[in-house]
């Protein structure tokens, strides 16, 4: 098993969008990042940069039909992530968006700005059942060295958002 070592988050914030991520949303999130804390390994000092505002990818076929419905109207628009706290990480807003292009990230820009930056995380907006109690998410994962994404499903169990079955990498 792997391990986080010496890392802090860096949230990246689009300025411009008006609209945020609800609460139920960030916990979703916050659900997949304390996964991440037991999972990825970082070198020493170095950050996870989670950009600041969520992306859209196409869920695959086996996901129930409420919750495709939710996470396919939700993601039609982007919404800004202001704060994930409850993690163990430390977290810090920062903007990344200028260092994205149409195949990936510009890595040797991205380190210039933030030279402790070893991966950037990306997620969709979650898409939630009729009874709020299960969700899925995308979660994409970038280095220098490649990218991958993966679909998390989490249920609601005493109040925090657990991942139940993790789909990919897509």
Do not use: C, H
């Not at 411009?16 to 990825?40: W, Y």
């Not at 898409?127 to 109690?133: I, K, L, M, N, V």
């Not at 994409?140 to 991942?163: E, I, K, M, N, P």
């Amino acid at each position: 098993m792997r391990t986080l070592i010496g890392a802090f988050v860096v949230f990246a914030a689009a300025p411009l969008l008006a609209q945020t991520a609800t609460t139920a949303e960030v916990d979703a999130f916050r659900g997949v990042l304390k996964t991440q804390e037991r999972t990825v390994r970082l070198r020493p000092n170095k950050v996870i940069l989670v950009a600041g505002t969520t992306s859209a990818f196409t869920l695959p076929k086996p996901v129930a039909n409420d919750i495709r419905d939710d996470y396919t109207s939700k993601n039609e628009k982007a919404v800004a992530l202001k704060e994930i706290s409850g993690t163990k990480l430390p977290v810090r807003i920062a903007d990344v968006s200028a260092f994205r292009g149409a195949s990936g990230y510009d890595w040797a820009k991205l380190v210039q700005k933030y030279p402790d930056a070893d991966m950037v995380v990306e997620f969709s907006r979650p898409g939630f059942d009729r009874t709020q109690s299960t969700a899925v998410v995308r979660a994409t994962f970038s280095r220098a060295r490649g990218t991958t994404t993966y679909l998390y499903q989490l249920r609601l169990r005493d109040g925090a958002w657990a991942v139940e079955q993790l789909n990919g990498p897509y």
